[in-house]
């Protein structure tokens, strides 16, 4: 059974421009949550999507976006991006929502110059 | 506002030194309490879930506690292979969904 795959899992992009970033979850997984790693903050929650409708959103400001698709296939999209943006980006499936048990896929490092 | 604290950061063991990871946490509603391992370049790895105060889970040299107010994982007897990043994270609220509030960590090293 294949993982959660993430793309791209590398990027440079400098400020001001924006990113999109993929994530494909485990075949029969609905819910899939992103977050924010970072060396000071550690893993912060984005935002959860199940059944294209987001379910919850963290504390991050609105250029942070994101989506679901049909097939469960999310996006996550950063406008305007800011230095601090930089950080490795997860994200994570479950089968179902209200459960703690995610499945990570590798992550996407952006990096922003 | 939920608060996860991990300690120590950072621990060195020798293979075969037993020892164990704290997480304290202090959150409204706690519907529970996961621990994940991390490699470097890697996303986090589930190992466990405990819902009440009381209960224990293992897995080969990994025994995760829960009490009302922390969780402690301990490892017997490790290996080198058991070298990675701890990250203790809880569930909380009845709204919650699959949002988790995560600690910073424990890097583990442990030597051969």
């Avoid at chain 1, 912060?44 to 987001?54: A, C, G, K």
């Avoid at chain 1, 996550?76 to 980006?89: H, P, R």
């Avoid at chain 2, 996961?34 to 889970?57: C, H, I, M, N, V």
Wanted: hydrophobic fraction near 30%; aromatic fraction near 10%.
């Amino acid at each position: 059974k294949a993982g959660v795959t993430q793309t791209p899992r590398y990027l440079i992009k400098t400020r001001g421009q924006q990113v999109t970033l993929s994530c494909s979850p485990i075949s029969g997984h609905r819910s899939v949550s992103w977050y924010q790693q970072t060396p000071g903050q550690g893993l912060q929650f984005l935002f959860e999507y199940f059944s294209e409708t987001q379910r919850n959103k963290g504390n991050f400001p609105g250029r942070f976006s994101g989506r679901q698709f049909s097939n469960s296939r999310s996006e996550m999209n950063v406008s305007t991006l800011e230095l601090g943006d930089s950080a490795l980006y997860l994200c994570a499936s479950s089968s179902t929502t209200n459960t703690g048990e995610l499945f990570f896929g590798e992550g996407s490092r952006l990096t922003v110059l | 506002e939920d608060q996860v604290t991990q300690s120590p950061e950072a621990l060195r063991l020798q293979e075969g030194e037993s020892s164990s990871l704290n997480c304290s946490y202090t959150v409204s509603g706690l519907r529970g309490l996961f621990w994940y391992r991390q490699d470097p370049g890697k996303g986090p790895e589930f190992l466990f879930t405990l819902y009440s105060a009381g209960e224990e889970k293992e897995k080969e040299r990994l025994k995760a506690t829960l009490t009302k107010k922390e969780s402690f994982l301990h490892i017997t007897a490790p290996k080198p292979e058991d070298s990675a990043t701890y990250l203790c994270a809880v569930q909380a609220g009845e709204t919650s969904g699959s949002r988790l509030t995560f600690g910073e960590g424990t890097q583990l090293t442990v030597n051969p």
